[in-house]
């Protein structure tokens, strides 16, 4: 007799127990993420992190990681992957010129982790997603936008009480991250659920009026221009996966020359209107950074080096009065932060890896492709005018939302008949 091969093998009863257990503690972990950031708002890389945790393990229970490496190959190998493995690359490469390098491995690390944890995740936990876990996901939600509106109405007395930080822009990270997690739970509604359509608009109510009642701007932003961006695909998809396409080498282009146009077309009066928003600060940033590329077009500083540009010989080359500026930690652009850290390569390699992911999600079916454009819409000017471009918590964030997405249509996929699933 011929001993049985991995394949297959059938795991012992109580492996697949504890596995099935494993998937479930993984989709919780997930789902709870909007709740964890409400409370601790840098936690976002920890409920990813962990979900993949348990995720590996339960495959790993079933016997399964021959066949996750094959797909993660497959996946890999496709145009999207490449680009994307090609951009890495160069991003752990500018260790070598950089010259703030622990600075700069510290933030490859902050940044790809969650990369690799959402990518675990895409290829594990979203085809094994039930409807308990984006009900799970929904009851966070709401109880996130509580807490945050509780608070922020209480003047955050809850807070001083527990002796927890009690400013209010400490909200921001948690509204983006709801920000970013309506448009999966939309698409759950809208092809899972009955009477999805009204749901979904009711959660987009109470979100809006979170992010209404928070100091984000960036979110403020963020959701029209995902409202209108899912709006304008349902409509005109083609048109709509163009203008993003022109949206992507207009913010790569025009980066260099940011601050300089910023500062001659925007009148004092909208700084003025914008003043809680920093809008004045942000291009005097933005001249600054721009200065800095000039120094280095080519190649960059090296990755996550912006935190520290200010210590760099860049800095020494640029003019006093922008120099100063250089010690902000990010240009608050994230175009401007590619163009810094890794040069005219990487933002060509950017631009490739945005036109691939765009061209991606062309060929979802029509509310997962609109409401994919909308996130990424979102993702991309909150990104212009917002944090820095590498930060874990927002990667983490975006990450999950994806994975969501998935899991959203392989749910809707398995009871939706062929001529529904368009």
């Given at each position: 007799m011929t001993a049985p091969t991995e394949s297959s093998r059938t795991p012992p009863v109580s492996a697949t127990c504890i596995a099935d257990v494993f998937w479930r503690i993984s989709m919780v972990l997930l789902a709870l993420m909007p709740l964890g950031m409400t409370i601790a708002h840098r936690s976002s890389p920890l409920f990813l992190g962990l979900s993949a945790a348990f995720a590996v393990s339960a495959l790993a229970l079933e016997g399964g990681f021959k066949g996750l490496i094959a797909e993660a190959r497959h996946a890999l190998r496709t145009t999207l992957g490449l680009a994307a493995l090609v951009f890495a690359a160069w991003g752990f490469l500018s260790?070598?010129?950089?010259?703030?390098?622990?600075?700069?491995?510290?933030?490859?690390?902050?940044?790809?982790?969650p990369v690799v944890f959402a990518f675990i995740?895409?290829?594990?936990?979203?085809?094994?997603?039930?409807?308990?876990?984006?009900?799970?996901?929904?009851?966070?939600?709401?109880?996130?936008?509580?807490?945050?509106?509780l608070d922020l109405r209480t003047g955050l007395e809850v807070r001083q009480a527990l002796r927890m930080r009690f400013d209010s822009y400490i909200f921001n990270r948690?509204?983006?991250?709801?920000?970013?997690?309506?448009?999966?739970?939309?698409?759950?509604?809208?092809?899972?659920?009955?009477?999805?359509?009204?749901?979904?608009?009711?959660?987009?109510?109470?979100?809006?009026?979170?992010?209404?009642?928070?100091?984000?701007?960036?979110?403020?932003?963020?959701?029209?221009?995902?409202?209108?961006?899912?709006?304008?695909?349902?409509?005109?998809?083609?048109?709509?996966?163009?203008?993003g396409k022109i949206g992507i080498v207009a913010a790569l282009v025009l980066a260099p020359v940011a601050?300089?146009?910023?500062?001659?077309?925007?009148?004092?009066?909208?700084?003025?209107?914008?003043?809680?928003?920093?809008?004045?600060?942000?291009?005097?940033?933005?001249?600054?950074?721009?200065?800095?590329?000039?120094?280095?077009?080519?190649?960059?500083?090296?990755?996550?080096?912006?935190?520290?540009?200010?210590?760099?010989?860049?800095?020494?080359?640029?003019?006093?009065?922008?120099r100063v500026l250089l010690n902000v930690g990010h240009p608050h652009n994230a175009a401007l932060q590619?163009?810094?850290?890794?040069?005219?390569?990487?933002?060509?390699?950017?631009?490739?890896?945005?036109?691939?992911?765009?061209?991606?999600i062309a060929r979802q079916p029509k509310v997962i492709r609109a409401l994919s454009l909308g996130l990424m819409a979102s993702a991309v000017i909150v990104a212009m005018i917002g944090h820095g471009a590498w930060q874990g918590w927002w990667a983490s964030a975006l990450g999950a939302a994806v994975v969501w997405l998935q899991a959203a249509k392989h749910l809707s996929d398995k009871r939706l008949p062929e001529e529904m699933k368009s």
């Amino acid at each position: 007799m011929t001993a049985p091969t991995e394949s297959s093998r059938t795991p012992p009863v109580s492996a697949t127990c504890i596995a099935d257990v494993f998937w479930r503690i993984s989709m919780v972990l997930l789902a709870l993420m909007p709740l964890g950031m409400t409370i601790a708002h840098r936690s976002s890389p920890l409920f990813l992190g962990l979900s993949a945790a348990f995720a590996v393990s339960a495959l790993a229970l079933e016997g399964g990681f021959k066949g996750l490496i094959a797909e993660a190959r497959h996946a890999l190998r496709t145009t999207l992957g490449l680009a994307a493995l090609v951009f890495a690359a160069w991003g752990f490469l500018s260790l070598i010129w950089s010259e703030v390098r622990e600075t700069s491995f510290s933030a490859l690390l902050e940044f790809w982790l969650p990369v690799v944890f959402a990518f675990i995740l895409s290829l594990t936990l979203s085809k094994r997603m039930t409807n308990g876990a984006f009900w799970t996901l929904a009851i966070a939600i709401a109880v996130a936008q509580f807490i945050m509106l509780l608070d922020l109405r209480t003047g955050l007395e809850v807070r001083q009480a527990l002796r927890m930080r009690f400013d209010s822009y400490i909200f921001n990270r948690p509204s983006l991250t709801l920000m970013v997690l309506l448009p999966p739970l939309m698409a759950w509604f809208w092809r899972s659920v009955r009477g999805g359509v009204g749901l979904s608009l009711a959660f987009s109510a109470l979100i809006g009026l979170a992010i209404a009642n928070s100091d984000s701007g960036a979110a403020a932003i963020g959701l029209p221009v995902a409202v209108l961006a899912c709006g304008a695909t349902l409509i005109a998809p083609r048109l709509a996966v163009l203008c993003g396409k022109i949206g992507i080498v207009a913010a790569l282009v025009l980066a260099p020359v940011a601050g300089p146009l910023a500062d001659r077309f925007i009148p004092a009066s909208v700084h003025e209107h914008l003043a809680t928003n920093h809008s004045r600060d942000r291009v005097n940033i933005w001249l600054s950074f721009d200065a800095a590329i000039h120094e280095d077009p080519i190649l960059g500083a090296g990755f996550g080096a912006s935190t520290r540009l200010g210590e760099t010989s860049v800095a020494e080359r640029v003019s006093p009065e922008r120099r100063v500026l250089l010690n902000v930690g990010h240009p608050h652009n994230a175009a401007l932060q590619i163009w810094v850290e890794l040069g005219l390569i990487g933002a060509i390699l950017a631009a490739a890896v945005g036109f691939l992911t765009l061209d991606a999600i062309a060929r979802q079916p029509k509310v997962i492709r609109a409401l994919s454009l909308g996130l990424m819409a979102s993702a991309v000017i909150v990104a212009m005018i917002g944090h820095g471009a590498w930060q874990g918590w927002w990667a983490s964030a975006l990450g999950a939302a994806v994975v969501w997405l998935q899991a959203a249509k392989h749910l809707s996929d398995k009871r939706l008949p062929e001529e529904m699933k368009s």
